[in-house]
């Protein structure tokens, strides 16, 4: 019998169970028929995390009609990040009512009752079906991260309303299109004024009323708390630019800003506010207008300003002239005084031939000077060309990046060492392709490939085969399919291609965006990225229907055995009803939240001293069972991949004496003791090391169940 057969099923909102917590007792996931038992609060102590951080997956099965999943925040200690799955870019059919609305139900109850769900992701999907719950329930949630973005329609005033009450926030991202309500910066406002804890703040839109922004502008200046603040977009008034300038300027607590230059008098105002600042560390302009004034005011910035350690100037509006070469001038000489920037991020079309051969004597000089990025494109080859040999003849390459190389009519800087990454896709020739190819081999810098194949063409798909089963370095690899030359082909083009991914060991990124694929030829990537045990992260988008379909089920079969790949995007739209495509997406999903969660509990061990049996048992597994993890746990925990081996083996050795083990799992709370025995026969207390030892080698912490004090909601 159906558990769900007695709920109620003629109301249409999302919210309609929101306050009946009886709703959630006894029913059956949507999918595997399990029933679920949700009666308790959040059982979260200071060394233990949540009880429901053991049944992710039974949680994420509800959560997932209402496009949301439960996740670990890696290094928090049990710590629950509740994130939207309706942004990926995967259209799939409509649930039933009765399954959103426990969805739905169970998120308010997440939110409201457990104070372990420290972040939070909202979409236009949950504010399109749900707002009112959100509404309802933000108010008693203990979120320190909260993301919301609003694409295709308004911010209502009640979620407004709301922001001002998230008082335990550390972290704040609000995107959204077309024209801010008036009550959005007061909101913002009311929480800068009573939040203890807001460090971070994130916005990209347009135009905030001007008296709020002014008001919101005051209040940030006032606070002394904030320390990362963006802004993208046209959000603050060229109205406001005063106040703007004012807060930059003397904004007591902000160490880093990043913000996207909508005009020149706003920018003008932003680089003022900058140039006397004593704060800032890092300043990030991601699109420079590049007016004369603003050109000379970061030239003081640069000259002037002994407390920024982080430049980036990402693109430029204008097209640099010989009159903007005369105006860029004043970076040289500004950096030539600099002794405080340690990274340093241009364009290189700010400067001409000459000016880059100043720039390599002025970096030679400069040891703080630690990074230069020059960011490259495909507008001017003979410009990039000399500023690559000057600084690689110059003997500072190895303090130069300049990204990804755009190869068009010829691969000439192919060689050059400064490039991390190449791109091929667009009107790139095929035998500049199949030539870039053949020689990335010898070219152990790149590290990313970009590359566009035409459907059928044998000779790009098996330079592209020979590379990708040789290389030792390539971790990126993007691939997408363009109309063929020539219909009358064979499979040997595609077969190649996935071959290779079956004998490589270095990629850690895949991509794949195809077009009318055959459903056999998209099944076999399916099963190459089954197979790998070193890719971490798969997108796959298809425009075709029932390729993407066949790719999801075929991926969906082995998903479960595949312990290393910790992310997925899939992209497209799936036409099977509904339970069957959702079905097989969310065994794709978890299996992959599975994977990053047993990372995310282990990375916290480098936190702290104490034995905590979670990241512990965490980091077990990952040691013994998928110590192909070590490397991405490294990361993970800050830590270096030459070190990570042996800080792992130096905590779990605290946990190989038989007291330690059975300390740790609950067993006892000091010692082993057993009673003695009539007959004389050895116990458990009995056993040397060497043996202890030898048993332990077939043991893991989380062998011993975890027993959870339950308390029912009051």
Same mark, same amino acid.
Not at 153 to 182: D, K, N, Q
Not at 296 to 311: D, F, P
Not at 637 to 661: F, M, N, Q
Not at 699 to 707: H, I, T, Y
């Given at each position: 019998?159906?558990?769900?057969?007695?709920?109620?099923?003629?109301?249409?909102?999302?919210?309609?169970?929101?306050?009946?917590?009886?709703? =959630?007792?006894?029913?059956?996931?949507?999918?595997?028929?399990?029933?679920?038992?949700?009666?308790?609060?959040?059982?979260?102590?200071?060394?233990?995390?949540?009880?429901?951080?053991? #049944?992710?997956?039974?949680?994420?099965?509800?959560?997932?009609?209402?496009?949301?999943?439960?996740?670990?925040? *890696?290094?928090?200690?049990?710590?629950?990040?509740?994130?939207?799955?309706?942004?990926?870019?995967?259209?799939?059919?409509?649930?039933?009512?009765? #399954?959103?609305?426990?969805?739905?139900? =169970?998120?308010?109850?997440?939110?409201?009752?457990?104070?372990?769900?420290?972040?939070? $992701?909202?979409? *236009?999907?949950?504010?399109?079906?749900?707002?009112?719950?959100?509404?309802?329930?933000?108010?008693?949630?203990?979120?320190?991260?909260?993301?919301?973005?609003? %694409?295709?329609?308004?911010?209502?005033?009640?979620? !407004?309303?709301?922001?001002?009450?998230?008082?335990?926030?550390?972290?704040?991202?609000?995107?959204?299109?077309?024209?801010?309500?008036?009550?959005?910066?007061?909101?913002?406002?009311?929480?800068?004024?009573?939040?203890?804890?807001?460090?971070?703040?994130?916005?990209?839109?347009?135009?905030?009323?001007?008296?709020?922004?002014?008001?919101?502008?005051?209040?940030?200046?006032?606070?002394?708390?904030?320390?990362? =603040?963006?802004?993208?977009?046209?959000?603050? *008034?060229?109205?406001?630019?005063?106040?703007?300038?004012?807060?930059?300027?003397?904004?007591?607590?902000?160490?880093?800003?990043?913000?996207?230059?909508?005009?020149?008098?706003?920018?003008?105002?932003?680089?003022?506010?900058?140039?006397y600042n004593k704060t800032l560390s890092k300043v990030v302009i991601t699109t420079f207008t590049g007016g004369i004034e603003s050109i000379q005011l970061v030239a003081r910035i640069i000259g002037e300003n002994t407390v920024i350690s982080s430049l980036v100037v990402l693109s430029i509006y204008e097209d640099v002239s010989v009159i903007h070469n005369a105006a860029y001038d004043t970076w040289l000489e500004a950096l030539g005084k600099n002794e405080a920037l340690q990274e340093l991020s241009i364009p290189y079309q700010i400067w001409n031939p000459q000016q880059w051969i100043r720039f390599h004597d002025i970096l030679s000089s400069k040891h703080h000077l630690k990074k230069v990025y020059v960011f490259s494109d495909s507008t001017n080859h003979n410009l990039l060309t000399h500023v690559c040999h000057t600084l690689e003849d110059s003997g500072v390459h190895d303090k130069v990046s300049c990204g990804v190389y755009f190869a068009e009519h010829n691969i000439d800087l192919l060689k050059c060492k400064m490039f991390s990454g190449l791109f091929l896709?667009?009107?790139?020739?095929?035998?500049?392709?199949?030539?870039?190819?053949?020689?990335?081999?010898?070219?152990?810098?790149?590290?990313?490939?970009?590359?566009?194949?035409?459907?059928?063409?044998?000779?790009? $798909?098996?330079?592209?085969?020979?590379?990708?089963? $040789?290389?030792?370095?390539?971790?990126?690899?993007?691939?997408?399919?363009?109309?063929?030359?020539?219909?009358?082909?064979?499979?040997? %083009? %595609?077969?190649?291609?996935?071959? $290779?991914?079956?004998?490589? @060991?270095?990629?850690?990124?895949?991509?794949?965006?195809?077009?009318?694929?055959?459903?056999?030829?998209?099944?076999?990537?399916?099963?190459?990225? @089954?197979?790998?045990?070193?890719?971490?992260?798969?997108?796959?988008?298809?425009?075709?229907?029932?390729?993407?379909?066949?790719?999801?089920?075929?991926?969906?079969?082995?998903?479960?055995? @595949?312990?290393?790949?910790?992310?997925?995007?899939?992209?497209?739209?799936?036409?099977?009803? %509904? *339970?069957?495509?959702?079905?097989?997406?969310?065994?794709?999903?978890?299996?992959?939240?599975?994977?990053?969660?047993?990372?995310?509990?282990?990375?916290?061990?480098?936190?702290?001293?104490?034995?905590?049996?979670?990241?512990?048992?965490?980091?077990?597994?990952?040691?013994?069972?998928?110590?192909?993890?070590?490397?991405?746990?490294?990361?993970?925990?800050?830590?270096?991949?030459?070190?990570?081996?042996?800080?792992?083996?130096? #905590?779990?050795?605290?946990?190989?004496?038989?007291?330690?083990?059975?300390?740790?799992?609950?067993?006892?709370?000091?010692?082993?003791?057993?009673?003695?025995?009539?007959?004389?026969?050895?116990?458990?207390?009995?056993?040397?090391?060497? !043996?202890?030892?030898?048993?332990?080698?077939?043991?893991?912490?989380?062998?011993?169940?975890?027993?959870?004090?339950?308390?029912?909601?009051?």
């Amino acid at each position: 019998m159906d558990g769900n057969a007695d709920l109620p099923l003629d109301e249409g909102a999302l919210t309609s169970y929101v306050g009946q917590c009886a709703d =959630l007792e006894g029913i059956t996931g949507c999918f595997t028929a399990a029933v679920f038992k949700y009666r308790c609060s959040c059982s979260e102590t200071h060394d233990r995390p949540c009880h429901i951080v053991r #049944h992710l997956a039974a949680f994420n099965e509800v959560l997932f009609s209402a496009r949301m999943q439960l996740r670990e925040i *890696p290094g928090a200690r049990g710590q629950l990040a509740l994130v939207s799955v309706a942004d990926s870019g995967m259209h799939l059919p409509e649930p039933q009512d009765f #399954h959103s609305e426990l969805g739905a139900s =169970l998120m308010h109850r997440l939110l409201k009752f457990h104070q372990c769900i420290a972040a939070l $992701s909202v979409t *236009p999907f949950h504010f399109e079906k749900c707002a009112s719950l959100l509404c309802d329930v933000l108010p008693y949630s203990r979120l320190k991260k909260l993301r919301l973005q609003f %694409w295709r329609s308004p911010i209502r005033e009640s979620i !407004c309303a709301t922001i001002a009450s998230l008082t335990s926030l550390e972290e704040l991202e609000c995107s959204f299109f077309g024209v801010c309500c008036a009550e959005f910066p007061t909101a913002l406002a009311a929480l800068v004024r009573t939040s203890p804890s807001l460090v971070v703040l994130g916005l990209r839109g347009t135009s905030m009323e001007e008296h709020a922004t002014n008001n919101l502008l005051s209040c940030l200046m006032q606070s002394g708390i904030l320390k990362e =603040l963006t802004d993208r977009g046209s959000l603050i *008034p060229e109205t406001c630019r005063e106040e703007l300038r004012k807060y930059l300027m003397f904004a007591p607590s902000l160490t880093s800003f990043t913000f996207t230059a909508d005009s020149e008098k706003t920018e003008t105002a932003v680089l003022e506010g900058i140039l006397y600042n004593k704060t800032l560390s890092k300043v990030v302009i991601t699109t420079f207008t590049g007016g004369i004034e603003s050109i000379q005011l970061v030239a003081r910035i640069i000259g002037e300003n002994t407390v920024i350690s982080s430049l980036v100037v990402l693109s430029i509006y204008e097209d640099v002239s010989v009159i903007h070469n005369a105006a860029y001038d004043t970076w040289l000489e500004a950096l030539g005084k600099n002794e405080a920037l340690q990274e340093l991020s241009i364009p290189y079309q700010i400067w001409n031939p000459q000016q880059w051969i100043r720039f390599h004597d002025i970096l030679s000089s400069k040891h703080h000077l630690k990074k230069v990025y020059v960011f490259s494109d495909s507008t001017n080859h003979n410009l990039l060309t000399h500023v690559c040999h000057t600084l690689e003849d110059s003997g500072v390459h190895d303090k130069v990046s300049c990204g990804v190389y755009f190869a068009e009519h010829n691969i000439d800087l192919l060689k050059c060492k400064m490039f991390s990454g190449l791109f091929l896709v667009g009107d790139v020739h095929e035998h500049v392709k199949t030539a870039a190819l053949l020689q990335l081999p010898e070219c152990g810098h790149v590290t990313s490939l970009v590359l566009e194949i035409p459907r059928g063409n044998l000779a790009v $798909s098996s330079a592209l085969a020979e590379f990708v089963q $040789s290389t030792s370095v390539l971790r990126k690899l993007e691939v997408s399919t363009g109309l063929a030359d020539d219909f009358d082909f064979s499979d040997e %083009w %595609w077969r190649v291609i996935v071959e $290779s991914l079956a004998r490589n @060991n270095s990629i850690k990124e895949l991509a794949f965006y195809v077009d009318s694929m055959s459903d056999r030829d998209v099944e076999s990537i399916a099963d190459a990225v @089954n197979a790998s045990r070193n890719i971490r992260k798969l997108t796959f988008g298809d425009s075709t229907v029932t390729s993407l379909r066949a790719f999801v089920s075929r991926l969906s079969l082995g998903i479960t055995d @595949n312990h290393t790949l910790l992310d997925i995007v899939l992209e497209g739209r799936l036409d099977q009803g %509904w *339970p069957d495509a959702s079905k097989k997406v969310f065994a794709i999903y978890e299996a992959t939240r599975r994977n990053m969660g047993l990372l995310a509990a282990a990375a916290a061990f480098t936190k702290t001293t104490e034995l905590d049996r979670y990241s512990s048992a965490a980091l077990e597994r990952i040691c013994k069972l998928h110590a192909e993890l070590l490397e991405d746990l490294a990361e993970l925990a800050d830590v270096s991949a030459a070190e990570i081996g042996g800080l792992a083996r130096g #905590h779990l050795k605290r946990t190989a004496s038989l007291d330690e083990y059975m300390r740790i799992t609950g067993v006892v709370k000091e010692r082993v003791g057993c009673h003695p025995r009539g007959d004389g026969h050895m116990q458990l207390d009995d056993l040397n090391e060497d !043996c202890w030892e030898l048993v332990r080698r077939y043991l893991l912490l989380d062998d011993v169940e975890e027993a959870v004090a339950l308390t029912e909601f009051r």
